[in-house]
């Protein structure tokens, strides 16, 4: 049965499509918050799974337990922050990275690869300027 775009759903998913931050539903809840004061984090968890589960967000879990959210649909892969957990896109040349990936693995493992999903981790820019300032700021003492 198809999802009916309720209201409330309808705003959640075009709040989610507007944003490029990958949120949790915390996040997003305050943002939709803003339009409908009613709405309940219970209310936009529900439909943000509803709305992944129908293909029209994605849903990514990655190790920090936090679920978080896309708008973007096509098929693209991530980068994660160990520090904030903040989640990035792979810029698109990253899809050069998935070609070599098939054809390299198919090669050494003698399967035929029909997908590849990649999540790498590492520590963001932010994160990265926030320890080089604490850095500088210890060696000065």
């Given at each position: 049965m198809?999802?009916?775009?309720?209201?409330?759903?309808?705003?959640?998913?075009?709040?989610?499509?507007?944003?490029?931050?990958?949120?949790?539903?915390?996040?997003?809840?305050?943002?939709?918050?803003?339009?409908?004061?009613?709405?309940?984090?219970?209310?936009?968890?529900?439909?943000?799974?509803?709305?992944?589960?129908?293909?029209?967000?994605?849903?990514?879990?990655?190790?920090?337990?936090?679920?978080?959210?896309?708008?973007?649909?096509?098929?693209?892969h991530?980068?994660?922050?160990?520090?904030?957990?903040?989640?990035?896109?792979?810029?698109?040349?990253?899809?050069?990275?998935?070609?070599?990936?098939k054809a390299?693995?198919?090669?050494?493992?003698?399967?035929?690869?029909?997908?590849?999903?990649?999540?790498?981790?590492?520590?963001?820019?932010?994160?990265?300027?926030?320890?080089?300032?604490?850095?500088?700021?210890?060696?000065?003492?």
């Open positions: 198809p999802l009916r775009m309720t209201r409330q759903r309808m705003l959640i998913l075009e709040e989610l499509m507007r944003l490029k931050t990958h949120p949790t539903a915390y996040e997003l809840h305050a943002i939709v918050k803003r339009t409908l004061p009613q709405i309940s984090l219970g209310t936009v968890y529900r439909n943000l799974e509803q709305l992944s589960a129908s293909g029209r967000c994605q849903r990514l879990a990655f190790g920090s337990g936090n679920r978080r959210y896309d708008g973007n649909t096509e098929a693209h991530h980068l994660c922050c160990l520090e904030c957990g903040r989640v990035d896109d792979l810029p698109a040349d990253g899809h050069e990275i998935e070609h070599v990936l390299a693995l198919g090669e050494v493992c003698g399967y035929r690869i029909t997908g590849v999903s990649i999540e790498l981790y590492g520590i963001c820019p932010a994160c990265k300027k926030r320890e080089t300032t604490k850095n500088k700021k210890t060696i000065r003492r």
